[in-house]
């Protein structure tokens, strides 16, 4: 007898049956694409999801693009994929410990930030200038998914992408894409505290009395401590939410990194480079449609729409290299 068993997919919609929480999304009644496809021997569907994700061009790009600091010298500043990974992590032990389906949950997780722009929120700033409202970066992570590399992901994927930032009130069709709200700021706020800390901005000691005493230090007490609280509230409510002395909390603590870390004055000018460098690629590439790349160029979409596609698509480095290349040609 073989030491070892196959996971086949009905073998692994079998035990979902048996162990997953009456909220949770089942794989085998779940997983509705706008193109039918046959069902994996192996994966289940969101287990698919995740393996297209994490293979995606999109998804590779993330490693040069801001998450809070702009081209940092120190190799262990977070980027935009090890955000997403640590998002990823959250999401995943918040799923576990709510008996959701983990591999929805974090196939929504590694999905959510793929349409960022470069230079992070100052870059989507900038391409907000553009457009009617606002340009947002989860609804072109979807369209990433479904127009520039299309990925045939399951609506309840993308749904939790599409939701995912607090500013849209729109819940996920499923408490899996739910998680992933809760994970981006659990993650964001904890390790972007840590790299403040390792670029001499703040101490541990500068933090609100209120968010040194409901989550602890600095670091991974604050993520133990937080996903606790999503957990616990999540459980009695029935529904994905967090405790709620904790959640001011964390509100409080944004509001402190906000301007204290991501808006602070010693910045701005970087901040309005990076915003000229989004700005005059946008305004260039308007005036010169034919050097846009084969792969951005979708007659259905107006000439905003492909350009803007194009420029968020840029990594930091690509985008500084291409204005440069642009705006201060060499002479030799």
Same mark, same amino acid.
């Given at each position: 007898?073989s030491?070892? $068993?196959l996971?086949?997919?009905?073998l692994t919609e079998d035990?979902?049956?048996?162990?997953l929480?009456? @909220?949770?999304?089942r !794989?085998?009644t779940a @997983?509705?694409?706008?193109?039918? *496809?046959p069902?994996? +021997?192996?994966?289940t569907?969101?287990?698919?999801d995740?393996?297209r994700?994490?293979?995606s061009?999109?998804?590779?790009r993330?490693k040069?693009k801001?998450?809070?600091f702009?081209n940092?010298?120190?190799d262990?500043?977070v980027?935009?994929?090890?955000?997403?990974?640590?998002v990823?992590?959250? @999401?995943r032990?918040?799923?576990?410990?709510? !008996?959701?389906?983990?591999a929805? &949950?974090?196939?929504?997780?590694? %999905?959510h930030d $793929?349409?960022?722009?470069?230079f992070g929120?100052? @870059?989507?700033d900038a391409?907000s200038?553009f457009?009617?409202? *606002?340009?947002?970066h !989860?609804?072109? =992570?979807?369209r990433i998914?479904? $127009?520039?590399e299309p990925? #045939?992901?399951?609506d +309840?994927?993308?749904s %939790?992408?599409r939701?995912?930032?607090?500013?849209?009130e *729109?819940?996920?069709?499923?408490?899996?894409?739910?998680?992933?709200?809760?994970?981006?700021?659990?993650a964001y706020?904890?390790?972007?505290a840590?790299?403040?800390?390792?670029? %001499?901005?703040l101490? /541990?000691?500068d933090?609100?009395n209120?968010a040194?005493q409901a989550f602890?230090?600095?670091?991974?007490e604050?993520?133990a401590t937080m996903i606790?609280?999503v957990v616990d509230? =999540?459980?009695?409510? =029935?529904?994905? &939410?967090?405790? /709620? !002395?904790?959640l001011a909390?964390m509100?409080e603590?944004r509001?402190?990194?906000? +301007?204290n870390?991501y808006?602070?004055?010693?910045?701005? #000018?970087?901040?309005r480079r990076?915003?000229?460098?989004v700005?005059?690629?946008v305004?260039?590439?308007?005036?010169?449609? =034919?050097e846009?790349? *084969?792969?951005?160029?979708?007659?259905?979409s107006?000439?905003?729409?492909?350009?803007?596609d194009?420029v &968020? %698509?840029m990594t930091?480095?690509?985008?500084i290299?291409?204005?440069?290349e642009?705006?201060r040609p060499r002479?030799?």
């Amino acid at each position: 007898m073989s030491e070892f $068993v196959l996971r086949t997919r009905t073998l692994t919609e079998d035990q979902e049956d048996l162990t997953l929480a009456p @909220g949770a999304t089942r !794989s085998r009644t779940a @997983g509705h694409r706008k193109i039918d *496809e046959p069902e994996d +021997e192996w994966r289940t569907a969101f287990e698919r999801d995740y393996d297209r994700i994490i293979h995606s061009k999109a998804f590779r790009r993330l490693k040069h693009k801001t998450q809070v600091f702009m081209n940092p010298e120190g190799d262990h500043y977070v980027t935009r994929m090890t955000h997403t990974l640590q998002v990823t992590q959250v @999401g995943r032990s918040i799923a576990r410990a709510l !008996s959701l389906n983990v591999a929805l &949950a974090e196939a929504v997780c590694l %999905g959510h930030d $793929v349409g960022h722009s470069p230079f992070g929120h100052t @870059g989507e700033d900038a391409l907000s200038e553009f457009v009617d409202g *606002e340009w947002r970066h !989860s609804d072109q =992570s979807v369209r990433i998914f479904e $127009v520039l590399e299309p990925l #045939n992901l399951t609506d +309840e994927v993308l749904s %939790g992408i599409r939701t995912h930032p607090w500013k849209v009130e *729109e819940r996920a069709t499923t408490h899996e894409g739910d998680v992933v709200k809760f994970a981006d700021r659990i993650a964001y706020l904890a390790h972007d505290a840590l790299d403040a800390m390792r670029a %001499g901005i703040l101490t /541990p000691t500068d933090f609100p009395n209120a968010a040194l005493q409901a989550f602890g230090e600095p670091g991974r007490e604050w993520v133990a401590t937080m996903i606790q609280a999503v957990v616990d509230e =999540s459980y009695r409510q =029935s529904t994905i &939410a967090m405790e /709620p !002395s904790k959640l001011a909390a964390m509100q409080e603590l944004r509001t402190f990194m906000f +301007e204290n870390v991501y808006l602070r004055p010693e910045v701005e #000018n970087q901040r309005r480079r990076a915003k000229q460098i989004v700005r005059e690629l946008v305004t260039y590439y308007l005036e010169h449609m =034919s050097e846009l790349p *084969e792969s951005y160029q979708h007659p259905e979409s107006d000439d905003l729409t492909q350009v803007m596609d194009f420029v &968020a %698509g840029m990594t930091d480095r690509y985008a500084i290299r291409r204005h440069d290349e642009l705006f201060r040609p060499r002479l030799f």
